[in-house]
């Protein structure tokens, strides 16, 4: 072809399949905007509010497509931003490829303006592939293996493109030694245990008597497979947060999240089972899964390093979780005995009377529980929930029931703030046709994602269909970690660092051209879903939540009680809303009531 290295660029990532890239403009990566302009619109750039924004949207778009994501930036500061949302590309094993521009070759090792050693800064979160480019006839593999190795190994890679190489004339590397000639194209192998490990496999599973899975992002595509081993099994199911679309929470034997966010089902299911499957997971909280030698395990992953760590398996299969569960199936025999899902089942109805409970009680001025309850009988099928780290999540994990075509994710092996809204409008972007909702705090709110608004305004208009709503907690808190200083140090809020502004998000988005509404009384809040659902274009919900409404783990230890009594002697600024709210939340459990 003729041209220069970023026309190049442009064309090899179309032909690697690419259609849209998110990031921000600067002058060390030019010369792929050139190109990128050139290109006539074949690859669609997205232009973020903040680098850091566009690599979650990155991450976001490998989530909710299985598409390599791609993110680009200037040098110096522009490079360093994405690192964040890279990260979380990484800690999700997600296929994200940054391309980053660098200062001329000629002044590297000057001490230039923007100069950063940028090889040195992308190796840990890229470490699987980043190179620099140094000649234009290189540009070809680097990017290349770049790609393969991104979707192959589903890894975070990085190129590196010095800005005066990128307005070079391209050539094709020479028909001579010392030159790489690199080709397009992955096909994603069958990955299969050997018959003789799936017979182990089975032999544990067949010999248990109250089999549990856990189930992670690498079951997503392997629902009706997960279904299928669950019923021969008479197994209940627990969801790690990044895989809570795996099964729709409509099964009675799902017992829903895992984890200090999780259910208490989950926490029995654990607790009494007596085999453990995993099925591609990583999560990492050991306590919340059987004690050491309670339970023999099987785990299946396509990452041999996952297998055995959170728990010593008796048989590790590595393969795809689909193709592995169908193979396995055949094995395994049915349980005619039911007392153990009977169990399960009645753990699971027990809870949703108490949710429902939680949900209702009286708070000052909302149940931020009730927020999220109200919205999952309304959510449209197919719809994509994103959620932000913080207490958010805990209402996302626990309140928000999961129907059969719906996606749903957040930051999870990072547990990053400030990536819901990215989440959301990388998924709106890949999805246009399907509802979005963003469960934000406001503390994420304040530290990124209210600019990120300004982008869904920018957009909204090349949406087919414009329901894409952002809801905000707006508790003045940094809620989750104010809780954490209670519960796990026994200390009260330090309102010097938990203590936030009270910002009016709804008035902000009605300046750019979107829709806001504002609750404060809980009356109000199943309108404001239909009002939101039913506008002609994007909404932030402000929804005034009480920030004394305790984030009730599954199983309340002496310990955590013992600190949290402590915090109170100590004088919690919030001591009496936190007495009576932790109170209405525990009795409401177990006192008679409507719901």
């Known amino acids: 072809m003729t041209g220069t290295v970023g026309d190049f660029l442009v064309e090899r990532l ?112 890229a470490g699987a592939f980043v190179q620099q480019a140094s000649t234009p006839a290189q540009v070809r593999h680097l990017l290349d293996r770049a790609v393969r190795t991104a979707i192959g190994e589903r890894r975070v890679t990085a190129i590196i493109l010095p800005n005066d190489l990128q307005d070079l004339p391209y050539h094709e590397p020479a028909r001579a030694h010392g030159t790489v000639h690199s080709g397009v194209g992955y096909s994603r192998p069958r990955v299969l245990p050997f018959e003789a490990d799936l017979q182990r496999a089975a032999e544990v599973l067949n010999a248990g008597r109250k089999v549990a899975i856990l189930v992670g992002a690498g079951a997503l595509q392997a629902s009706e497979q997960v279904i299928a081993v669950a019923e021969r099994l008479g197994a209940g199911v627990a969801k790690a947060l990044l895989g809570k679309a795996v099964l729709p929470d409509d099964l009675p034997w799902v017992t829903g999240a895992i984890g200090l966010l999780g259910t208490e089902p989950s926490y029995r299911l654990m607790s ?206 940094l809620n989750q970690v104010t809780w954490e200083q209670r519960v796990m140090e026994g200390d009260p809020k330090f309102e010097a660092s938990q203590s936030i502004p009270d910002v009016p998000y709804h008035l902000f988005a009605i300046s750019i051209g979107l829709e806001g509404i504002h609750v404060t009384r809980e009356e109000d809040i199943s309108p404001a879903w239909e009002r939101a659902l039913a506008a002609d274009r994007p909404v932030l919900i402000e929804f005034k939540t009480d920030p004394d409404v305790p984030p009730l783990p599954p199983h309340i230890k002496l310990e955590q009680a013992k600190k949290f009594a402590s915090a109170l002697l100590k004088g919690d600024p919030d001591q009496t809303g936190i007495i009576v709210q932790t109170a209405r939340q525990v009795l409401s459990s177990v006192l008679p009531g409507k719901k």
């Open 272 to 477: 009494e089972c007596d085999t453990l499957l995993m099925i591609g997971s990583g999560f990492p909280y050991a306590e919340f899964l059987p004690k050491e030698g309670q339970a023999r395990g099987v785990q299946i992953d396509l990452q041999p390093d996952m297998l055995s760590l959170r728990y010593p398996m008796e048989v590790n299969l590595v393969g795809d979780a689909g193709e592995t569960l169908a193979a396995l199936l055949p094995l395994l025999e049915h349980k005619p005995e039911r007392g153990w899902r009977d169990a399960i089942e009645s753990w699971r109805a027990q809870w949703d009377k108490t949710l429902a409970k939680r949900a209702h009680v009286k708070a000052e001025p909302l149940n931020p529980q009730r927020v999220v309850y109200e919205l999952s009988p309304r959510l449209p099928d197919h719809a994509i929930i994103t959620s932000d780290s913080g207490s958010c999540a805990n209402w996302f994990a626990r309140d928000l029931q999961i129907r059969r075509g719906m996606q749903c994710s957040l930051s999870g092996g990072l547990a990053s703030m400030g990536a819901a809204v990215p989440y959301a409008i990388a998924a709106k972007l890949a999805h246009p046709q399907r509802c979005v909702v963003a469960l934000v705090g406001d503390g994420a709110m304040q530290m990124n994602n209210l600019a990120e608004l300004i982008t869904v305004a920018k957009y909204w208009r090349q949406w087919e269909n414009p329901q894409w709503i952002c809801a905000v907690f707006n508790n003045q808190d």
């Open 14 to 125: 179309y032909q690697w399949g690419v259609r849209r890239i998110f990031g921000y403009p600067g002058d060390g990566i030019n010369g792929v905007f050139g190109a990128l302009a050139r290109a006539n619109g074949k690859i669609q750039f997205i232009q973020a509010r903040h680098e850091e924004m566009a690599a979650f949207m990155a991450s976001a778009h490998a989530k909710f497509t299985g598409e390599l994501g791609v993110c680009m930036a200037t040098s110096g500061p522009g490079a360093s931003h994405l690192l964040t949302g890279l990260y979380d590309a990484r800690m999700d094993h997600q296929p994200v490829l940054a391309i980053v521009g660098q200062q001329a070759r000629a002044a590297l090792g000057g001490h230039y303006q923007q100069e950063l050693d940028l090889l040195s800064m992308f190796k840990d979160v």
